[in-house]
């Protein structure tokens, strides 16, 4: 059994780019389930019911959060009414929402999914190792194919998460540093890992963000308004293969599509003319 997980995706152009290929992605890998992570929908921050719907309508299963989802109002009272919407379980119970879900696939396949949150640079909620065990012990007793979105910062913390629940979930995949990581691989006791899934948005940004905006975000260290930047848009995911009676890993594979471009710098017409008599 294969699940195909959609890292954040960020502002409406790249939502529609996903509601567009989705259903591509998954023919192409084969995939039983499509898990998403939504928390950067609506001009970077959060998602409305429209939003959702549109994924819901393409196959989505589960949409998956973080930090920025709780940034709408509109967007509280959707968690509570929407259980495939789920926010990060470790954040007080009070804010509604749900932090995990079962559902089932359409060959009758029951899989968990799972929403925490790091504390290492992000808001100092409720402890998210005691919180995935807290979990882990209701969704076990229904099916041992689980996928944790462990949303957080620092690496150290994401991969002290892995091996953490190594052998008692199929994967744990780090979203919210929006950057892809080079690092998948199956742990010791057959949990699938990827320290960040990285983000579906515009890459021609500083993690979705314009990047002359970011940059007097620095250089003022003041706040500078929102603005999702444009163009170069790129979908970042992972599939996990599962045997699907012990929930163990078989394979993990990670992608980006368009592929990631090593090199963006363009040569001004001087710099080429200038190139060609220095070679010949
Ligand atoms: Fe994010
Ligand atoms: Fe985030």
Request: a neutral charge; charged letters at 25%; zero cysteines.
């Given at each position: 059994m294969k699940i195909l997980f959609i890292g954040d995706i960020v502002g409406t152009d790249a939502l529609a780019m996903v509601v567009r290929l989705i259903k591509g992605f998954k023919e192409k890998y084969n995939a039983d389930a499509l898990i998403v992570n939504g928390e950067n929908i609506y001009e970077g921050k959060s998602l409305t019911r429209k939003h959702a719907d549109e994924l819901f309508g393409v196959g989505v299963d589960i949409i998956t959060t973080g930090n920025h989802v709780w940034e709408r109002w509109e967007a509280r009272p959707l968690m509570k009414e929407e259980r495939r919407i789920l926010r990060p379980l470790n954040y007080p119970r009070e804010n509604g929402g749900a932090g995990y879900a079962i559902f089932e696939t359409a060959t009758g396949v029951k899989i968990g999914v799972l929403s925490i949150q790091g504390r290492v640079f992000l808001p100092p909620i409720d402890c998210p190792f005691k919180a995935a065990d807290w979990a882990l012990e209701r969704i076990l007793a229904v099916t041992p194919n689980i996928l944790v979105d462990f949303h957080a910062e620092a690496t150290a913390e994401k991969q002290a998460m892995g091996f953490y629940l190594d052998g008692r979930v199929s994967a744990v995949l780090g979203t919210h540093t929006h950057v892809q990581t080079a690092d998948e691989r199956i742990l010791p006791n057959g949990t699938a890992y990827l320290t960040d899934v990285?983000?579906?948005?515009?890459?021609?940004?500083c993690v979705?963000?314009?990047?002359?905006?970011?940059?007097?975000?620095?250089?003022?260290?003041?706040?500078?308004?929102?603005?999702?930047?444009?163009?170069?848009?790129?979908?970042?995911?992972?599939?996990?293969?599962?045997?699907?009676?012990?929930?163990?890993?078989?394979?993990?594979?990670?992608?980006?599509?368009?592929?990631f471009e090593r090199s963006q710098h363009q040569e001004s017409p001087i710099e080429a003319e200038a190139d060609l008599l220095i070679n010949s």
């Open positions: 990285g983000m579906t948005g515009p890459y021609d940004s979705g963000l314009r990047t002359d905006i970011a940059i007097k975000r620095f250089i003022y260290g003041t706040p500078h308004k929102y603005e999702t930047a444009k163009g170069d848009l790129k979908i970042s995911g992972v599939v996990i293969e599962i045997n699907p009676t012990t929930g163990s890993a078989l394979s993990i594979e990670r992608f980006m599509f368009p592929e």
